[in-house]
């Protein structure tokens, strides 16, 4: 989400702190911020909110934070009370579902709607949505400073018998841009008598506002939350109303938001009000009230946090705190967030603030029964006795795209990887696919193994086994090493087996190894270059492999061997025949570096 | 295929010198060796069976390939010069665990000297482990944070954070308290798989249950973890972050080791690095699990692996990590 400095301003006249610090502190209280920047000469933010925290995709509820974190005055814009206009007619709204919470609406006549001013367009456009005409850019300014969504119907279009209803029988809907929409009959519309007009979290196509639009109803709503979301993952539609309704907003908040859009559709705008304000609220809000221990926070951070600090917090959050007959916090409407103790306790942490916490005093070591699986020693020891043979351990995909047996396997519903559908029933189709790609770098042979998991359905139930799989490039090796580790493989094939661990005896604990041997990206194939080097005499092999891997350097050597030592008779010299592999290197540099390591130049 | 395949490895691995080696070679590979007249043969198969046919002949040619390619005879071993009896030379071939395996011991390690446990748990879980227990009920928006991949919707799926082995880890034990467990393990969503993202990673969890269990516990005992991993000059600050299973929340950020938290394209220029998330255990976590909250308290705390074992490893694409390019040098440690 985008935050303009001077925009939060309007909230708090009082906030001077310096952008970096906001940065920081608004990440600190929970609400994590990227960055800031100029644009247009406005500071702007940007920020990831809570999923919890639907009140904060608003200026207003980031403002509410701020004001309680920094001790400043919240202003709240609109300075009218209750619009007094019962002398006027009632809006004929009909609303036919309880998925609705509450929807105000009013009736505007005689309205100048025009292009949007500079600082309005700048505003929409920061906030990365398209200007569209004034009276739609300041329905969605209201949305953006409040966090709830609203709409304006151009009267001419859609009439003024609204009806807030689950889908009756419409099939199609034309969304604001024109995208056309697949219905089903669990969406929550409203529509008039004859007509699909908007979805709840997106206008319609049908009734929008244009430059020449004179009268408008305006209306601002909350909805059960999951409906939105149900709805919007139906239609694969994401839109800013949707983010926001299918979180718990607040509908008292609706009123002044409300006012706020009224105010300056006819400021802006001009135009009168010609209608009742409808509100539609069958289910109030009730304050919750939590009790609680002004010891908790202390109790929970682990440090000292004063009682004061923690009634000073509530009282700027806006709860309600009762001390008789014992303490209990009636969070504000706006906070649906807090509904036990621990969320009041983490209110008053955050505010104290986590820096205050100590960062040396880690858990101290206790002796407590060991539940670790045998499994996990099993497979410790496994590959510890595997990497002493000298086996690489790999990890390959546990999704793969093809199954051994159609009658076991398990299939993914909904993998959006094509190559990645079916659970593996063997590692051995993944370790010869990791074979294929050895060559293909041309990799010196080798030998790996892997420990994973392999899965099957019998019946209803899912069965996953503990598998170990290895290849060696000599099949006799492998053979030979299978019976050092005691091990009876369920497939052979050829120069790779399979074990299931699970029926294996287990070791009663084990402490594996820890070491960091590093791993390499190869990004191109292995260079395997021949150098003969005649010398007087017999060399340690050992030493001589150590001084050309010295020459080398190990930045670019994958493998140094020596292939062949030859005596030659006349001469009483010999001479050795090294083999030098490179990598991630091109033919040409590996080249150079082999002829000069060798003195072949 | 599997007796052609069969014949000539057995053939392959029986001989000691180089001139053997290569007329196997030619009869197998040349212009007109076996396999050249076999793909010719493609065309007398039954058209619904030439597919199979064609795939079987290409993975045996490929297998038979490696077979040759790796056996290693010295050019000399047939000269009539004198030879040296002396074994071909390299230093012995070393054995390596995964880097994910490496990092994964150290931190076991570390919390084994506290006094926990490593846990496991299965992979194919039920949407009421990896969700309902953890506080994210149907419908709850904290679902949309992970892209789930389901074996049988909505039921059955592949575990989605290493939190699902809490879930599972609580109920076994909320009748062995106090409790300390650590979990390393693979996790699933549904991404499409590119440089920067795959459908599976790793992640790496620890879970305490006791009495008076603390945020002090909690952010000391991470802070000992990230100095473990990263070395002491690592400096990590703890905040207010929103996770479903825990309250309070806490994130730890690392200050980004690029730019040293001045902001790079690597932290998306916050100069600071999100290492995951942690907290206090929500009450209803432990009370689904039949464990009172009024009595015990804990923690938990979990994070990624995988990018901090590519940036160790220098990697650079998140799908070496489980791919056919990553490989270990054969001498050295």
Known sequence: MKLIYSHLQKFLPDLKVDPQQLRDDLTMIGHFTNYFEEIDHQIVFDLDIKVNRGDCLGYYGLARDLAVLYHLPLNDLTATGKLNLQSLPALPITITTDKVKRVMAVKISRIHNQISPPWLQTFIKLHGTNPVNLAVDLTN?????????????????????????????????????????????????????????????????????????????????????????????????????????????????????????????????????????????????????????????????????????????????????????????????????????????????????????????????????????????????????????????????????????ENTVVKTQNSINTEAVYLRQSLIPSLKHQLDQYQRFKLPPTQFFEIGKTFFKKGNHYIEKNTLALYHFNPD????????????????????????????????????????????????????????????????????????VQKIGLENLWQLTITDIYQDKTTQTYRYTFQASYFNLDDKTAKNIHLKAFGLK | MASIKQKYSQQIFNLDNSQDLEKIRIELFGRHGLFNQLFTKIKDIPSDQRKQYGANLNQTKSELETILNQKNISPHQTSTATKINLPLFALPKIGHLHPITQTERQLNALFKSLGFSVYTSPEIVTDEYNFTRLNVPTNHPARDMQDSIYIKEPEYLLRTQTSTIEAYLLQAQSQQLPLRAAFPGAVFRNEK??????????????????????????????????????????????????YPEVEPGVGPDMQCFSCQGKGCPLCKYAGWIEMGGSGMIHPQVLKKAGIDPKIWSGFAFGMGLDRWTMAQNKISDIRTLMGGNLAYKPNQP
Request: include cysteine; proline fraction near 7%.
């Open chain 2, 193 to 242: 798989v590119n440089r920067s993202n795959h459908f599976v990673f790793h992640q790496y969890q620890a879970v305490v249950v006791d009495k008076n269990i603390t945020m002090k516990d909690l952010i000391g005992t991470m802070e000992l973890m990230f100095r473990t991993l990263y070395g002491p000059s690592a400096i990590v600050r703890y905040r207010c972050k929103y």
């Open chain 1, 141 to 405: 300014y209201i949305m953006f400073m409040y966090g709830i969504p609203n709409h304006a119907f151009d009267i001419r279009k859609s009439g003024q018998n609204l009806i807030w209803e689950i889908n009756p029988k419409y099939t199609e809907f034309t969304s604001l841009d024109g995208s056309h929409l697949k219905l089903d009959s669990h969406i929550l519309m409203i529509n008039n008598p004859s007509h699909a007009l908007s979805l709840s979290f997106w206008g319609g196509e049908a009734c929008a506002i244009d430059l020449d639009t004179d009268e408008i109803i305006l209306e601002m709503a909350i909805y059960d939350p999951a409906t939105v979301r149900q709805n919007s993952r139906f239609l694969k539609s994401t839109t800013e109303a949707g983010t926001r309704l299918e979180k718990n907003l607040d509908p008292d908040t609706i009123p002044q938001a409300f006012t706020d859009l009224i105010n300056l559709i006819l400021e802006h705008c001009r135009g009168q009000i010609s209608s009742q304000v409808f509100d539609y609220y069958p289910q109030k809000n009730k304050p919750k009230k939590i009790k609680f221990d002004l010891n908790q926070p202390s109790q929970i951070s682990g440090i000292n946090i004063p009682s004061d600090f923690a009634l000073d917090v509530f009282a700027r959050l806006g709860c309600l705190i009762d001390t008789h007959p014992s303490l209990s916090i009636a969070p504000p409407s706006i906070r649906p967030d807090i509904s036990i103790s621990a969320d009041l306790v983490e209110e008053i942490v955050r505010f104290f603030g986590y820096q205050h916490i100590p960062l040396d005093q880690p858990l101290t070591p206790k002796q407590l029964p060991d539940i670790t699986p045998a499994q996990v020693y099993l497979s410790e020891k496994l590959k510890d006795n595997l990497i002493n043979l000298g086996y690489d351990e790999i990890l390959t995909w546990p999704l793969t795209d093809t199954f051994l047996d």
């Open chain 1, 477 to 548: 090796q492998l053979t030979t090493d299978l019976k050092k580790l005691h091990l009876q493989p369920q497939i052979i094939d050829h120069n790779f087996a399979e074990i299931t661990l699970d029926n294996l005896e287990t070791p009663p604990q084990y402490q594996p190894q820890v070491n960091s041997h590093p791993a390499y990206e190869l990004n191109r194939q292995i260079i395997t270059l021949d150098a003969n080097i005649n010398l007087n005499s017999r060399q340690n092999p050992k030493k001589l492999i150590e001084k050309y």
